[in-house]
């Protein structure tokens, strides 16, 4: 069979297993024999890359890439192979090129973008490489024809890859997946269901699978758990699925299967889908030792939710800190700061609502963000989405992936930072999430001893109590003395 090089840039050191690639080996496995490289593991990525095609024998490299700190580690092995093997066919998919295929393709080092879900489309684009078939009949691919970028038709969501079985001797030493967080002593991801239902502005999911979803078998699910703990001894799971709790018909089965294996875990959810549970089924999620739910919260402006597309309001924010309060729950919830229309006065009011959750709830974890819409993509055959109408006018984005790989907008993509941002409101937003982490240090960290913690919420009460953020120096020096955890630096 013809080999295929299968990657996984560099994003995080908190290495899980790289499901992306492993699924893209699952599906293509009758035809073609694969190898991954994760760029988690190895920190010479491009070196073993371009050691690996240097050899020979491949038809292609294909790697998943999303935006943000991942898109400069792709750029550097993807030019390491063309340096080496220039006339490989290299191909990106995953977030970036979905969202951005234009500036995927305006790169000396990528040869073709697959939008969407990669797994049929990455196939038959081998198929038409290895064969001579037609590229414009692959769908979901986007490419250049005598110079010009041409998208073909969208590729239609698909649940076929629910039905893949990954084998885990497709990645080198698969225990290095499996460590110590707050769950366990074993934690491991995985990724149960597909897609997500809901189209929020900001979300490359949601602009990824335009709505739809589906959900696991609950035999598949208990199936694939019994695996992983029997052959890594897992002991706890953080699931990936964009949106754990779904429609509660559907949730049911795959309860059961978590209160009968009761290993702690940890998954997104909404705010909607926690409250709609019915006690039996909240009997479950407490019999199956859930310990946290990451839940968007977003905003306190209703009016804003609403432009968010995001399908909440602020009073179910309030109520599902309650019921998690009630069932033993830690809700973990992300707020959007500084949106375009008023930065300053939606970042205060952000400001007060955490606080009001705070008195309701002192358990509950906090993480945030700088509101910054997708850029407009195209959809294929010349189809684009609006330009979010909350951007200024005069704000352009990045044409090419190199471009997007420029810290500013490795930031942007993180929602870690937007260009309307005064410097005054940046040390706002820092010296706020500063005094906030520090009174309240997150139990995700398992390092650092209670006495520490102790310190610092002792250190941080006074300008807690007194909402007195600027400048909290003494603050960062104790954070750096007993190297505070950050979890939007260190999560699961």
Same mark, same amino acid.
């Given at each position: 069979?013809?080999?295929?090089?299968?990657?996984?840039?560099?994003?995080?050191?908190?290495?899980?297993?790289?499901?992306?690639?492993?699924?893209?080996?699952?599906?293509?496995?009758?035809?073609?024999?694969?190898?991954?490289?994760? *760029? %988690?593991?190895?920190?010479?990525?491009?070196?073993?890359?371009?050691?690996?095609?240097?050899? *020979?024998?491949?038809?292609?490299?294909?790697?998943?890439?999303?935006?943000?700190?991942?898109?400069?580690?792709?750029?550097?092995?993807?030019?390491?192979?063309?340096?080496?093997?220039?006339?490989?066919?290299?191909?990106?998919?995953?977030?970036?090129?979905? +969202?951005?295929?234009?500036?995927?393709?305006?790169?000396?080092?990528?040869?073709?973008?697959?939008?969407?879900?990669?797994?049929?489309?990455?196939?038959? =684009?081998?198929?038409?490489?290895?064969?001579?078939?037609?590229?414009?009949? #692959?769908?979901?691919?986007?490419?250049?024809? $005598?110079?010009?970028?041409?998208?073909?038709?969208?590729?239609?969501?698909?649940? /076929?890859?629910?039905?893949?079985? #990954?084998?885990?001797?497709?990645? $080198? $030493?698969?225990? !290095?997946?499996?460590?110590?967080?707050?769950?366990?002593?074993?934690?491991?991801?995985?990724?149960?269901?597909?897609?997500?239902?809901?189209?929020?502005?900001?979300?490359?999911?949601?602009?990824?699978?335009?709505?739809?979803?589906?959900?696991?078998?609950?035999?598949?699910?208990?199936?694939?758990?019994? =695996?992983?703990?029997?052959?890594?001894?897992?002991?706890?799971?953080?699931?990936?699925? %964009? %949106?754990?709790?779904?429609?509660?018909? $559907?949730?049911?089965?795959?309860?059961?299967?978590?209160?009968? =294996?009761?290993?702690?875990?940890?998954?997104?959810?909404?705010?909607?889908?926690? +409250?709609?549970?019915?006690?039996?089924?909240?009997?479950?999620?407490?019999?199956?030792?859930?310990?946290?739910?990451?839940?968007?919260?977003?905003?306190? %402006?209703?009016?804003?939710?609403?432009?968010?597309?995001?399908?909440?309001?602020?009073?179910?924010?309030? /109520?599902?800190?309650?019921?998690?309060?009630?069932?033993? #729950?830690?809700?973990?919830?992300?707020?959007?700061?500084?949106?375009?229309?008023?930065?300053?006065?939606?970042?205060?009011?952000?400001?007060?609502?955490?606080?009001?959750?705070?008195?309701?709830?002192?358990?509950?974890? #906090?993480?945030?963000?700088?509101?910054?819409?997708?850029?407009?993509?195209?959809?294929?055959?010349?189809?684009?989405?609006?330009?979010?109408?909350?951007?200024?006018?005069?704000?352009?984005?990045?044409?090419?992936?190199?471009?997007? /790989?420029?810290?500013?907008?490795?930031?942007?993509?993180?929602?870690?930072?937007?260009?309307? =941002?005064?410097?005054?409101? !940046?040390?706002?937003?820092?010296?706020?999430?500063?005094?906030?982490?520090?009174?309240?240090?997150?139990?995700?960290?398992?390092?650092?001893?209670?006495?520490?913690?102790?310190?610092?919420?002792?250190?941080?009460?006074?300008?807690? !109590?007194?909402?007195?953020?600027?400048?909290?120096?003494?603050?960062?020096?104790?954070?750096?003395?007993?190297?505070?955890?950050?979890?939007?630096?260190?999560?699961?």
């Amino acid at each position: 069979m013809k080999r295929v090089l299968l990657i996984n840039p560099r994003i995080t050191s908190n290495a899980r297993f790289p499901l992306a690639v492993m699924h893209l080996a699952a599906a293509l496995k009758s035809r073609y024999e694969t190898r991954i490289l994760d *760029g %988690n593991l190895d920190r010479h990525l491009p070196e073993t890359a371009a050691a690996a095609v240097k050899e *020979g024998g491949y038809a292609a490299v294909g790697l998943s890439v999303m935006g943000g700190p991942q898109l400069p580690a792709a750029l550097a092995v993807s030019r390491a192979i063309r340096a080496v093997a220039p006339e490989l066919p290299i191909v990106w998919g995953g977030y970036f090129p979905t +969202l951005c295929s234009d500036a995927a393709l305006n790169s000396d080092c990528v040869d073709y973008a697959l939008r969407g879900q990669g797994e049929q489309g990455f196939m038959e =684009l081998l198929d038409a490489l290895t064969q001579g078939g037609a590229l414009a009949d #692959v769908g979901g691919l986007s490419w250049r024809r $005598d110079g010009e970028i041409v998208h073909n038709a969208d590729r239609a969501f698909s649940t /076929a890859p629910l039905q893949l079985e #990954v084998s885990y001797n497709e990645v $080198d $030493d698969p225990q !290095r997946y499996l460590g110590p967080t707050y769950l366990g002593r074993r934690t491991t991801g995985y990724q149960a269901a597909l897609g997500c239902r809901y189209r929020c502005s900001f979300c490359g999911v949601a602009a990824m699978f335009r709505g739809k979803t589906a959900l696991p078998e609950a035999d598949r699910l208990e199936r694939d758990l019994r =695996l992983l703990q029997s052959r890594f001894g897992a002991d706890s799971v953080n699931f990936y699925d %964009n %949106n754990f709790f779904d429609r509660q018909i $559907d949730m049911q089965p795959l309860l059961e299967v978590l209160a009968r =294996l009761q290993m702690p875990w940890w998954c997104f959810a909404r705010a909607d889908a926690l +409250l709609g549970l019915s006690d039996t089924s909240w009997a479950l999620v407490k019999r199956s030792r859930l310990r946290m739910a990451y839940i968007g919260a977003e905003s306190p %402006n209703d009016a804003l939710l609403r432009d968010m597309r995001k399908g909440t309001r602020s009073d179910q924010t309030l /109520a599902v800190v309650e019921a998690c309060r009630r069932h033993g #729950v830690v809700p973990e919830l992300s707020f959007m700061l500084a949106p375009p229309q008023d930065p300053e006065g939606e970042t205060e009011r952000t400001f007060a609502f955490i606080r009001q959750i705070k008195r309701l709830h002192p358990g509950t974890e #906090v993480m945030l963000y700088v509101y910054t819409p997708l850029p407009p993509q195209r959809l294929g055959e010349g189809r684009w989405t609006l330009r979010d109408p909350a951007l200024p006018r005069d704000l352009a984005f990045p044409d090419s992936a190199d471009g997007w /790989a420029q810290p500013q907008w490795v930031d942007y993509w993180c929602h870690l930072d937007a260009p309307w =941002l005064s410097p005054a409101l !940046r040390r706002r937003i820092s010296d706020f999430r500063t005094v906030l982490g520090c009174r309240f240090p997150t139990l995700t960290d398992i390092r650092a001893p209670r006495w520490q913690k102790a310190a610092l919420r002792a250190a941080s009460a006074w300008r807690y !109590r007194m909402a007195h953020y600027d400048s909290p120096r003494e603050l960062r020096w104790l954070e750096r003395a007993v190297k505070l955890w950050d979890p939007q630096l260190h999560s699961l």
